[in-house]
T-cell receptor, first 112, second 116 residues
Framework: DQQVKQNSPSLSVQEGRISILNCDYT??????FLWYKKYPAEGPTFLIS?????DKNEDGRFTVFLNKSAKHLSLHIVPSQPGDSAVYFC???????????FGTGTSLTVIP | NAGVMQNPRHLVRRRGQEARLRCSPM?????VYWYRQLPEEGLKFMVY????????ESGMPKERFSAEFPKEGPSILRIQQVVRGDSAAYFC??????????????FGDGTRLSIL
């Protein structure tokens, strides 16, 4: 039962262009959404989050958009840099906050 | 290093042995979560603990797996009588609080468990 889905296993983008990573969820009770970045042999690193009362949150080159009616969120990285190459996981939690539900990840490659 | 510390980083066990994975949360964090990542999959929640209490173990297999977070010392994830299917990366995360404060969880670098 995959409640958070990332349908693109991989994405390649030219350096300097925009990277758009997508995530869909099924549980309407989710109210907190996060993006994590993961390098090989390391743990996920928190990147950016958004609560359901907002539809956009921006932090430097990273912007997360939330469309509650479509149960969809996306992460925009602009401009993309080679150091952004990693696996990106989206995650969601409900108001109990006990656990995060993770997507299967999207591997981003930024080509110099 | 004030981050979440997991050890060992790599653990090799033979079928039938016991595996013990340790996690020390970030300083000031009192909530610990264990996740498992199988190859080509996302992270799957296993258990959520506070000091001396298991709060949510809905993701834990019913047999062979147990977790604790004692008053003193690290959290321990214990797998008894390991089988090949237990081979995975096990990640620990911690947070200062949960619920409406919407705190992100901070992860350790994981323990990679290999079963021979």
């Amino acid at each position: 039962d995959q409640q958070v889905k990332q349908n693109s296993p991989s994405l390649s983008v030219q350096e300097g262009r925009i990277s758009i990573l997508n995530c869909d969820y099924t549980n309407s009770m989710f109210d907190y959404f996060l993006w994590y970045k993961k390098y090989p042999a390391e743990g996920p690193t928190f990147l950016i989050s958004i609560s359901s009362i907002k539809d956009k949150n921006e932090d430097g080159r990273f912007t997360v958009f939330l469309n509650k009616s479509a149960k969809h969120l996306s992460l925009h990285i602009v401009p993309s840099q080679p150091g952004d190459s990693a696996v990106y996981f989206c995650a969601a939690s409900g108001n109990t906050g006990n656990q995060f539900y993770f997507g299967t990840g999207t591997s981003l490659t930024v080509i110099p | 290093n004030a981050g979440v510390m997991q050890n060992p980083r790599h653990l090799v066990r033979r079928r039938g042995q016991e595996a013990r994975l340790r996690c020390s949360p970030m300083k000031g964090h009192s909530h610990v979560y264990w996740y498992r990542q199988l190859p080509e999959e996302g992270l799957k929640f296993m258990v959520y603990l506070q000091k001396e209490n298991i709060i949510d173990e809905s993701g834990m297999p019913k047999e062979r797996f147990s977790a604790e977070f004692p008053k003193e010392g690290p959290s321990i994830l214990r797998i008894q009588q390991v089988v090949r299917g237990d081979s995975a990366a096990y990640f620990c995360a911690s947070s200062p609080s949960t619920g409406s404060l919407n705190q992100p969880q901070h992860f350790g670098d994981g323990t990679r468990l290999s079963i021979l």
